[in-house]
């Protein structure tokens, strides 16, 4: 499926209209510009994934670094769990 085509199919779940009313659940309330607007914003979320939800190397190193002094047990189970998925 290509990324337009989940962009359609995705987008008006995502990013619903906040509905106030009766009136406005109405095909012609919610206006095609409005679904054409919410497709091209999944879109262009989908197109540019890998950089608006990629953690940086260094940023998780700081947050391993700050879990190991706050809170070791995290970093425990998280070793744990990495252990079993490798297997």
């Known amino acids: 499926m290509t990324a337009a085509n989940l962009a ?4 008006p779940n995502l990013l619903q209209k906040e509905r106030g009313s009766e009136r406005e659940l ?4 919610l206006g095609i510009e409005d679904s054409t ?3 091209s ?8 994934h890998q950089h608006l939800f990629t953690v940086s190397a260094e940023l998780q190193q700081e947050v391993l670094m ?3 002094q706050t809170d070791p047990d995290v970093i425990d189970y998280l070793l744990r769990r990495k252990l ?3 297997v």
């Open 8 to 11: 359609v199919i995705f987008g």
């Open 26 to 29: 109405s095909p012609q309330a």
């Open 37 to 39: 607007a919410v497709i």
């Open 41 to 48: 914003v999944t879109l262009m979320l989908i197109q540019n």
């Open 66 to 68: 700050s879990l190991i």
């Open 84 to 86: 079993r998925s490798a």
